[in-house]
């Protein structure tokens, strides 16, 4: 897409822009030129996975670019980048037509199948031999996609496979595909694209956390999720939601009058690479082309076994005859084409015994139902526990204590019950019933309208007490290391702690003596409880665990008040006005600084000396390192890790988990071991010792 010297070329004109926003403002005939760079740092991030730029230098552009085109709307271009945003909710979404039908695909599940369809393959075409293109299968949602005169003019889910839902706005949330392409320069007038839409396993972990946050039933799988979220009414949601997208198949083209069909489109290969040329992300690092069956049945073999290092979905592969006029002699049969057949792997599915369900209440008091089964091996993991996390998903699924029921785990995603057998049922199995007061503590259960959950109403419930203190000590809360879900327990038990404040109370000599407590454990925990009263505010509220406030909803609050108790004279109308907060979420933090308990909790903590106020807006500071990003790696000469982290987020730097382009800064101590020589081959990533990050962010 992008040569080596224009990618030269744009780097330099990057930098020029960047100093001169700092300056001024972006002059209109400058807009077109600011567009293409913002479309280059796109294609570098959302398609090649590796950016040139930091997010905050995009930023920076980006808001000029809206900004220069706010003053000269009159030079808005539709594919401007600035365009995906959305506004306002889509009321429906209009059926439509695909331009060709879209077909399934013919299953193999073997490599004696992938013989069989080489064999008709050879029959059909009369050749000895034929030369067949590999790609992955992406488990998504599939889509069409139409250009008209370079522009994304409408996109298409699959519906019946005749019509489908029009969901072009949705679709222009998806970064990886281009709202304009140069297809005109290859004599093409319109085109019809077909592809995969699929959200990624971390994002669909998050976006899954943040349902089950929000008392709604999580998706099953990551297909779900991505067809879920091309269907929802508020595209604003769905560029929250990160989805990507694969194109792989140009199902339809016109060619402007007199041009000849353009070469890369008489093979599927080079049509692959021209939509990679034209800047989409189409499978063309994963395909690969073989003479004959025996090379492909090796590389989907290979393919299968490396499936959980993707960081997506795939449930097989897909063989394609190479050949566009091979093809169409080929034809097809009313389902699906001749040439073409996916390779489908082994499902990661098993069968077991519902033994039991058992009724666990978390830190908000919701009831969930865990079900016991009989371990059984999925995908290389045994499971003997699975959510179903409630009532109507139950009865739904109608699930019945002793039924043998198909379990799922898609990839490294937590395992699923698919369904129950009731045709294996001999008769002795039970109705699942719910408990009408809370298992813990026997107080009674209430559950919303609208809700699917039900809840433990007693706020002193032993059960959620505990799980309170779990969330208020892990790592992304206060991060108290040394304590742990297990020692909350076991120190609750032993009528050490009681609440949150008491964490900060606890009677370390009583601790000497119990198993497994050595006085350097003992050290340990000292040290990480005081060092937690340190924590930035965000951490402090994200640890409180008020419903609905995730880390994001946290910063947000953070950052909203000079004194965590200023929310106590927040209206619900002031609350919704900061971001993200709406009248669900508003409603619980409104309630959290309503309860007088809440505050003399707060109150309490902070004689206990934990940092209520905001720093950062008392010094009247913003984070010098906003943008910036850091990884730390080996022993640090004096810091703990967890306290350079931290100082580094104070000042609004964001800690990676891994050495990609996206790091600014790697700093390393002592026994620093293939992070640094990841870095170390990464131009834009600069190593930093521990004394040079000190000096970085002021403290030297
Ligand atoms: S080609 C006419 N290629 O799998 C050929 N399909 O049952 C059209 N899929 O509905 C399909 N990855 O949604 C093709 N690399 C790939 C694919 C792929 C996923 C989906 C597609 C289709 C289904 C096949």
Redesign the pocket.
Known sequence: MYSPEQTKKTQLATNEFLKLIQSGAVAPDQLEELRNLLRFHEHRYYVLNDPLIADYEYDLLYKALEKGEAAHPEKISPDSPTQRVAHGLTKEFPTVQHLVP????D?SYDAEDLQDFDRKARELTGLAEIEYCV????????ISLIFEHDQLVRAAT?GDGVEGDEITTNIRQIRSIPLSAAFSTYGLQQVEI?G?VLINKRNFKKYNDQLIEQGEDPKANPRNMASGTLRLKDSSEVGRRNLEA?V??V?YYSLKEGAPVPAPLTTHAGSLQLLWELGFRS?EQEKQVFKGIDGVIKYVAAFEAGRDNLPYE??G??I?VNDFALQEKMG?TSH??RW?I?FKFKARQATSKLLNVEFQVGRTGAVTPVAKLEPVAVGGVTVSSISVHNEEYILEKDLRIGDHVLIERAGDVIPQIVKSMPELRTGEEQPIHFPKNCPVCSGPLFKEEEEAVWRCTNIECPAQVVERMIHFVSKDAMDMRGFGEANVRRFYEMGLIKDIPSLYLLDFTKLKGIEGFGQKSIDNLQSAIELSKKQPLHRLIYALGIRFVGETTAKTLAQAVSHLLDFKDFSLEQLQHLEDVGPKVGGSIYQFFSNADNITMLTELEKLGLTLKNEKKQLGGTGNLTGQTFLFTGTLPTLKRSQAEAMAEEQGGQILSGVSAKLNYLVVGEDAGSKLEKAKKINSVKILTEDEFLQLIGKK
């Not at 879209?102 to 695909?105: E, F, I, R």
């Not at 790609?135 to 599939?142: C, I």
């Open positions: 879209m077909l399934s695909l299953n790609e992955p299968k992406f488990d998504g949602a599939s699959r077909r995969e694969f792989y198949h199902s499978p795939i449930d592969m897909v394609k097809m699906h084409p073409a996916a």
